[in-house]
């Protein structure tokens, strides 16, 4: 199954895995990166497996047919330069067409991400706009960069 294919992806921190289950022109949203199209969803995912030193997936609630499909699934890791231990409990959303991904949405509480990945800050300020907006535009930007250097593979 797709949606089980692409989180093995993400255990064994293979991004090209992961961006082989999408689209050419499939789109992509979360909390912490906004909405990318194309081929930022491949780079995404290779930026963000090139640059972890593991994560455990668990996965669950997983139904699909031709057309759609939702998941459960808990990402534990660790973020940022202090290595802040993050339990990141996500339901995912997904359209399919050609038998990949065409739209993926992930939603999580990002004031729950923020105080775990942020410490101090995201516990006084993760709730705020301003927080929010300044990591989506670093996550933008670092994924910009990491494309760049990349060359981003199709």
Not at 125 to 151: C, I, Y
Request: some cysteine; hydrophobic content about 45%.
């Amino acid at each position: 199954m797709l949606i089980e294919r692409l989180y093995q992806g993400l255990r064994n921190l293979d991004g090209d895995a992961m961006a082989a289950c999408y689209a050419p022109d499939a789109r992509f949203e979360d909390p912490a990166f906004g909405v990318l199209i194309g081929e930022q969803v491949g780079g995404m995912w290779r930026m963000l497996t090139s640059r972890s030193d593991g994560i455990e997936v668990e996965l669950s609630n997983v139904e699909a047919d031709e057309t759609s499909g939702s998941a459960h699934w808990v990402a534990r890791y660790t973020f940022g330069p202090d290595k802040r231990p993050v339990v990141n409990r996500i339901n995912a959303r997904f359209a399919f067409a050609n038998g990949l991904i065409a739209d993926h949405v992930d939603t999580f509480s990002f004031y729950a991400w923020s105080r775990q990945a942020l410490g101090p800050i995201g516990f006084f300020l993760g709730a705020t706009p301003f927080v929010k907006n300044r990591v989506s535009s670093q996550a933008r930007r670092g994924l910009e960069v990491f494309m760049a250097a990349d060359g981003d593979r199709p």
